[in-house]
């Protein structure tokens, strides 16, 4: 019963943040890509704030425009209304020594 209503309460917050007005913003779309391009990711939000991603390899769209969510039992589902506050991007090159395999050390 304490973990349902710890549940309750978090949902409820992050219903209560994500449920502002926001019809004036602007859609926006994020793109993540893997180190050598073959991989491209797409963040968006849709023109109802819907959260939204798609997946390309190679140029070729693998998994086209699916929508984000968390629905719940007994509360609204969280689906639209959506805000990105902000993004950032970070390249990280390290080197690490694996514990098994056939090389010393892999690079990221």
């Known amino acids: 019963m304490k973990n349902s209503l710890i549940v309750a309460l978090a949902a409820s917050s992050i219903l209560l943040m994500s449920s502002c007005d926001k019809k004036n913003q602007p859609a926006t779309t994020l793109q993540l890509a893997s180190p050598d391009s073959s991989i491209s990711l ?3 939000l849709n023109d109802s704030l819907s959260p939204m991603y798609k997946v390309a390899y190679s140029g ?3 998994i086209d ?3 984000l969510g968390i629905t719940f039992k007994d509360l609204p589902a969280l689906v639209k209304g959506f805000q990105v506050d ?3 991007t970070k390249a990280i090159r390290e080197v690490w020594k694996p514990k098994l395999g056939q090389y010393k050390y892999v690079k990221n």
Do not use: D, I, K
Request: charged share 0%; no cysteine.
């Open 42 to 44: 797409s963040f968006m």
């Open 60 to 62: 070729t769209t693998v």
């Open 65 to 67: 425009n699916s929508t």
């Open 86 to 88: 902000s993004s950032a």
